[in-house]
């Protein structure tokens, strides 16, 4: 993976890259978002053909980390990653199912359906935290990550995901919640994960301010999806729907959204 490499770089285009290991969320010049940019030249000297038949070669096999979705992708993800600091779960490789009584329903006769949900924390925020724990494992094996916390702001599903791994990694997690707005279930996961949970008078923008001010002080690792490393293990998503196409494209995806962070991760990966 030596000849691939990725970096960080602002998504509006001001100079300058940053190593991915390294703990940053904006962008230090205009303070906007950063995404993962890659060598793309770099990847363009290996062949469609041969991406395609690596890309199947590994797919789900029990040889580590190929177990994983995400990995099996690793030179268009997070292509510095050495195998020892990777932290995965087996996410990824989920089924993808012909919804055809639905479609017949609805009029659209090819419809399927991508159930991400088939993950080990029932969420495909897995997709995004793999690549983002097992970068941090790997920045703290450099020795360039001043904390070791790793610290979200959550209603449910990243609490769960983050906690997971986390322990997977023996990293301690810590977790904010707004009070009175979480329900019994969506606690279960991080608790029993050993998380550190604290509910807050606020909601869930008032949390993540609270986890940014944090951050901004190098007391824990932002682990929120402004972290652009989370972008990079969803993105494979769109790869996967490719693949299991025959590699060709759908004419259409149809996904719910938030903050349109996983939108953004299936535009890289089609991309």
Same mark, same amino acid.
């Given at each position: 993976m030596a000849r691939y490499r990725a970096v960080f770089r602002c998504f509006s285009g001001c100079p300058g890259e940053y190593p991915l290991t390294q703990a940053l969320y904006r962008c230090p010049q205009c303070d906007g978002l950063l995404e993962v940019s890659h060598d793309i030249e770099a990847l363009r000297e290996r062949s469609a053909s041969a991406w395609i038949k690596l890309f199947e070669d590994r797919w789900m096999r029990t040889q580590w980390p190929y177990g994983s979705g995400v990995w099996g992708k690793r030179e268009w993800v997070a292509p510095e990653v050495p195998d020892d600091s990777i932290v995965s779960t087996g996410e990824g490789g989920t089924n993808i199912y012909w919804a055809e009584r639905l479609g017949r329903e609805i009029g659209v006769p090819d419809l399927w359906v991508k159930?991400? /949900?088939?993950?080990?924390?029932?969420?495909?925020?897995d997709l995004g935290m793999t690549v983002l724990v097992s970068v941090v494992r790997?920045?703290?094996?450099?020795?360039?990550l001043a904390t070791r916390v790793l610290c979200c702001a959550s209603t449910g599903d990243t609490s769960a995901s983050l906690a997971a791994y986390g322990?997977?990694?023996?990293?301690?997690?810590?977790?904010?919640l707004p009070r009175g707005r979480v329900s019994t279930a969506q606690l279960v996961q991080p608790l029993a994960h050993g998380a550190r949970v604290f509910a807050l008078e606020t909601d869930f923008d008032g949390c993540m301010e609270v986890v940014k001010e944090l951050s901004?002080?190098?007391l824990v690792y932002l682990a929120n999806s402004m972290n652009p490393l989370r972008i990079e /293990?969803?993105?494979t998503v769109a790869l996967e729907i490719v693949q299991q196409f025959d590699w060709e494209s759908p004419d259409w995806v149809i996904l719910p959204s938030g903050n349109l962070g996983n939108a953004a991760a299936l535009h890289a990966g089609f991309e």
């Open positions: 159930l991400c /949900g088939n993950s080990h924390t029932g969420s495909f925020k790997q920045a703290i094996a450099e020795g360039t322990a997977a990694a023996g990293l301690p997690v810590a977790v904010l901004r002080r190098r /293990g969803q993105k």
